[in-house]
C-alpha cells in the first residue's frame, strides 16, 4: 500500500535561514509526488509537483523539491526563510494508475522567528 | 471567483442531526473529491467521483454519503452527524486529461459537531 511519512509535525526556523521539510513515501510503481501548503484559514495550494520528468522540482514562492528514487525522498527546501512562508505544509503520493487519488502526509506546520 | 467553493464555510450542529456540505467548481473538471482534515493526521479521503455516474468510497467513507448532482456539483451529507465528525471538510477537483492529476482545493468548511 502507498503511504507518505512527514517528519517533524512542527518545524521552526529563523526568519533568512535554510528550511527543510523532510517526505518519504512508499510505493510499489513510480509515483506522483506534490506539495502542498495550507496558510491559516485557507484551503490547500499546490507548491510544486514532480511527474517523472526532472528530480529537482521548482515551485512557488521560491520552493524546491528534489525527487530520491535510491532514498524514496521528496524533501521541500527553500534557502531562505520569510515570515509569510510560516503556514502547514502538506507531502502527497499519487499513483497514475489509481486515477487522481491522493494518500497525504501527517503534515509539517512551519513556523518562522523573526 | 474562486474556481472551486464550498458552503457553508462554518456549521455548527447538534448529535443526531442531518447536514449537507456543498462544493461547486467552474473549472470543468469530470473528477471530484471530500477530504477530511484532523489535527495530526493530514486529509484523509472520504468519497470520490469520476463523473457524474461514477461514486466511489474512499478510506474513511463509514457514516456519510454523496451525490453528484452535476458535473460541476458534489454534495457530502452526514446522515446522523456525531461529535467525531468535527472536523474540516475540503472538496477538491482534478482534470483527468492532465496526466498528473494535480488536485485543487476549495477553501474548506468547519464543522463542529456538538
Known amino acids: 500500500a502507498q503511504s507518505v511519512t512527514q517528519l517533524g509535525s512542527h518545524v521552526s526556523v529563523s526568519e533568512g535561514a535554510l528550511v527543510l521539510l523532510r517526505c518519504n513515501y512508499s510505493s510499489s510503481v513510480p509515483p506522483y509526488l506534490f506539495w502542498y501548503v495550507q496558510y491559516p484559514n485557507q484551503g490547500l495550494q499546490l507548491l510544486l509537483k514532480?511527474?517523472?520528468?526532472?528530480?529537482l522540482v521548482k515551485g512557488i514562492n521560491g520552493f524546491e523539491a528534489e525527487f530520491k528514487k535510491s532514498e524514496t525522498s521528496f524533501h521541500l527546501t527553500k534557502p531562505s526563510a520569510h515570515m509569510r512562508d510560516a503556514a502547514e505544509y502538506f507531502c502527497a503520493v499519487s499513483l497514475g494508475n489509481q486515477g487522481g487519488k491522493l494518500i497525504f502526509g501527517q503534515g509539517t506546520e512551519l513556523s518562522v522567528k523573526p | 471567483d474562486a474556481d472551486v467553493t464550498q458552503t457553508p464555510r462554518n456549521r455548527i450542529t447538534k448529535t443526531g442531526k442531518r447536514i449537507m456540505l456543498e462544493c461547486s467548481q467552474t473549472k470543468g473538471h469530470d473528477r471530484m473529491y471530500w477530504y477530511r482534515q484532523d489535527p495530526g493526521l493530514g486529509l484523509r479521503l472520504i468519497y470520490y467521483?469520476?463523473?457524474?455516474?461514477?461514486?466511489n468510497k474512499g478510506e474513511i467513507s463509514d457514516g456519510y454519503s454523496v451525490s453528484r448532482q452535476a458535473q460541476a456539483k458534489f454534495s457530502l451529507s452526514l446522515e446522523s452527524a456525531i461529535p467525531n465528525q468535527t472536523a474540516l471538510y475540503f472538496c477538491a477537483t482534478s482534470d483527468r486529461t492532465e496526466g498528473s492529476e494535480t488536485q485543487y482545493f476549495g477553501p474548506g468548511t468547519r464543522l463542529l459537531v456538538l
Open positions: 467521483s469520476f463523473d457524474v455516474k461514477d461514486i
Open positions: 514532480y511527474t517523472s520528468a526532472a528530480t
